[in-house]
């Protein structure tokens, strides 16, 4: 399946999104924003355009924000406006409606919608709330990142490094014609099963592509581009 595109997070510096891209990813992505929600991985609206700009056209900008007010959003935007535009926010705090008024404001602007599953919780439990937020959702949005939840967060969906049941992620691209990119704890060891149960858009890695704590400086940058490289490979190899 040498179509699933990559998509590699947590990127904190030029250096990083650089080597990414010559690595072959495709869509590389990064928190940003003016109101400092999360820590040092997030940049400011300039810090963010200063990297994406210097990136080969092919490459697809992603950025990330956990913000939910919308006017924090479109200010954000108005500062610096990535490819996509990445919603990984509570989802229950942003509506479809509120979307609307981004799309609205942005029309060239990709959206793409963070899904919560949650890890340790069985399918049949998650699965009539997943099938309600894809109906709620899929009409504004063009991507869907699934990502994991860990059940006590009450900050944002995804970068835990945990995995979750790859049968939901099945069920959720089966159930909708949004492009789905695949995430939860994936690395070089599991992405080609992930891909194979799933068959999705895409898949996604964070925190399993990052340098090891022991290597990192003090700020925690750093991807580390062995993991980046085989991520990649199997990717594409599955």
Not at 89 to 105: F, L, M, V
Not at 134 to 162: H, M, N, Q
Not at 195 to 208: E, F, L, N, Q
Request: with cysteine.
């Amino acid at each position: 399946m040498a179509d699933v595109i990559t998509q590699i997070y947590g990127i904190r510096n030029l250096e990083d999104a650089l080597m990414c891209a010559e690595l072959g990813v495709d869509h590389i992505g990064m928190a940003y924003g003016e109101v400092k929600h999360l820590g040092p991985e997030q940049k400011s609206c300039a810090q963010a355009k200063a990297i994406f700009d210097q990136l080969p056209e092919r490459v697809v900008r992603v950025g990330l924000t956990i913000a939910s007010d919308v006017d924090e959003i479109l200010h954000d935007l108005s500062l610096y406006t990535p490819d996509v535009y990445h919603l990984s926010g509570d989802i229950e705090d942003i509506s479809p409606e509120d979307i609307q008024r981004i799309r609205a404001a942005y029309p060239g602007l990709k959206i793409m919608q963070a899904l919560p599953v949650y890890a340790g919780v069985p399918y049949e439990e998650q699965w009539p709330k997943i099938e309600e937020l894809i109906r709620r959702y899929e009409p504004v949005t063009d991507f869907f990142l699934i990502d994991t939840k860990e059940p006590t967060s009450t900050i944002g969906i995804g970068a835990t490094g945990a995995e979750h049941d790859r049968s939901i992620d099945r069920a959720i691209v089966e159930a909708t014609d949004v492009k789905c990119i695949v995430a939860g704890g994936l690395d070089a060891s599991n992405v080609a099963e992930a891909i194979h149960m799933t068959h999705p858009y895409g898949v996604d890695s964070c925190t399993r592509t990052n340098l090891s704590s022991a290597e990192t400086d003090s700020l925690g940058n750093g991807k580390d581009p062995e993991k980046v490289k085989a991520f990649v490979e199997a990717a594409h190899n599955a």
